[in-house]
């Protein structure tokens, strides 16, 4: 089970489908990672589906208010009068019962997650256990090299993520996080990343080198060694040579004069396109330039603005949508 790190704000409760869901997508994530067939997997639902009154009552009682507003996020929403929830208070008590319900002998966590998995040793020490052993993992920026990994922050490259975008994300990374990220993610060693370090620090070596090794490695971790030798042609074909892609997907709409409707705009394409989520997203990106139309044939991107009609764009087979640096789409007229 994932827990959430350190928030500054409240999180939304989920419904019980939503934790289901939740819980489903990590495992299938995980057992990418771990072997399933090594792998015991409990629900805490066991154990807190019997709780009672009594019992959160007890577990309460064992620990102070003082003691969790010692948390750093915590405290510090606790001298700004930003609201705390008794539910966030009540968390890391959660947290550390898991511990205790499975006789926890060592907890992985980040580590931003110190603070409960301690908790989680202080209940089994009151509980006549033996206290398990925290190994807290450093955070792994996100491909922006600012901020922690973050699916909400964009930053984030997913275990699930094709071959071409997982590869293509990782080559997006700034220069500063190749060496963290090889510490972070790949089997070389200490000597060998030092040297790794040294060499890129002075210039030795040039980081395209070590940062495609890098995208290579990650992307034949979670597909095949094959995935990733495509991946990474693809990146050469299309970012380095500034090729289309050997395969394009197509859109061909289904509605009649889909082009020439006038209430329709390039942001709307977008999304009915598959290659944005939402409108909100699409805006975004063409208002930063990052829309372009490349006419087949010649290869010579036009970069297109929120309000270019849709009856203007090439068909026929004869447009390719481009978003980013790895998306594109080839408009066919129905």
């Known amino acids: 089970m994932a827990y959430p790190s350190g928030q500054s704000a409240t999180r939304p409760q989920l419904t019980h489908e939503e934790v289901i869901a939740n819980a489903e997508s990590y495992l299938r994530q995980f057992f990418k990672v771990v072997d399933e067939d090594k792998t015991q997997v409990v629900w805490q639902s066991e154990w807190f589906g019997k709780f009672t009154l009594a019992d959160v009552i007890s577990l309460t009682s064992r620990f102070t ?10 405290a510090k929403r606790f001298h700004e009068h930003r609201p705390i929830a008794i539910t966030e208070l009540l968390y890391p008590l959660l947290q550390a019962y898991d511990s205790v319900a499975i006789q926890s002998d060592v907890e992985f966590g980040g580590t931003d ?15 006549g256990q033996k206290p398990q052993q925290c190994f ?51 089997d070389l060693t200490n000597e060998e990343i030092e040297e790794l370090g040294n060499d890129l ?20 971790q979670f597909h095949d060694p094959s995935a990733a030798d495509g991946a990474q042609r693809n990146f050469e074909r299309v970012i380095q040579r500034r090729s289309l892609p050997d395969e394009i997907p197509e859109f061909s709409p289904t509605e009649p004069g889909y082009f020439q409707d006038k209430g329709k705009r390039l942001s709307n394409l977008m999304v009915d396109a598959g290659l944005v989520s939402s409108t909100t997203e699409a805006k975004r990106l063409i208002n930063q330039g990052a829309v372009s139309l490349i006419p087949e044939g010649t290869g010579d991107p036009q970069t297109l603005d929120r309000d270019h009609p849709l009856s203007d764009l090439d068909r026929n087979g004869q447009g390719v949508l481009k978003v980013g640096r790895r998306r594109f789409v080839r408009l066919l007229d129905n």
């Open 201 to 220: 620090a002075t210039d030795k070596l040039n980081p395209m080198g070590p940062k495609k090794q890098l995208a290579w490695d990650i992307t034949s």
């Open 136 to 186: 807290l993992m450093p955070i792994l920026p996100g491909t922006d090299g600012v901020q922690k990994m973050s699916k909400s922050l964009g930053n984030y490259v997913a275990v699930e993520e094709p071959p071409n975008d997982m590869y293509g994300k990782l080559m997006s990374l700034p220069d500063g996080l190749i060496v963290p990220y090889y510490e972070y993610l790949t």
């Open 113 to 127: 997650q110190m603070f409960n998995l301690l908790v989680g040793r202080q209940l089994q020490e009151m509980m």
């Open 65 to 74: 208010v003082a003691q969790f507003l010692e948390r750093d996020d915590f």
